[in-house]
């Protein structure tokens, strides 16, 4: 399991209440694991595809799974499919960005967003026209 830069660890870093309707996201496409129904974080992830013999429907299934549940699932082997046919994947590098969204409003930001702290009015600078800049 590759080390990554979790939610929870850059918020211990900072001052101020995260905004709680932020989500991090570590995917391009962010992707819930079909098991426990959380976004996938780690770079590493179970999957199992079935496609459709017919050319109309490409995808019959598409499961992904998180490390942690597949773990949690390995010894009974009780995912929704069959365990021999879930394989271990890494996501491409360019399918990997590390972001926030806001839920409400679907904007994107690549630092955290904090809820209750000022906002640097150096990062608006372009918005208002930079009028009072020294
Ligand atoms: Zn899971």
């Not at 598409?62 to 597949?70: A, E, K, P, T, V």
């Not at 082997?77 to 360019?94: D, G, R, T, Y």
Request: glycine share 4%; aromatic share 14%.
């Amino acid at each position: 399991m590759s080390k990554q830069l979790r939610a929870e660890l850059c918020l211990a870093n900072n001052k101020g209440e995260p905004d709680p309707d932020c989500e991090y996201f570590t995917w391009k496409q962010p992707t819930r694991c079909d098991e426990c129904g959380q976004w996938i974080h780690d770079y590493e992830y179970y999957f199992y595809e079935k496609k459709s013999i017919e050319k109309s429907q490409r995808h019959l299934i598409r499961y992904f799974c998180c490390i942690s549940c597949y773990m949690e699932k390995l010894p009974t082997e009780s995912f929704l499919h069959p365990a021999n046919k879930i394989v271990k994947k890494e996501l491409s590098l360019k399918e990997r960005l590390q972001f926030y969204q806001n839920m409400v409003t679907m904007r994107r930001y690549f630092e955290v967003q904090f809820a209750r702290v000022p906002l640097n009015a150096d990062a608006y600078f372009h918005l208002n026209g930079g009028g009072d800049k020294a």
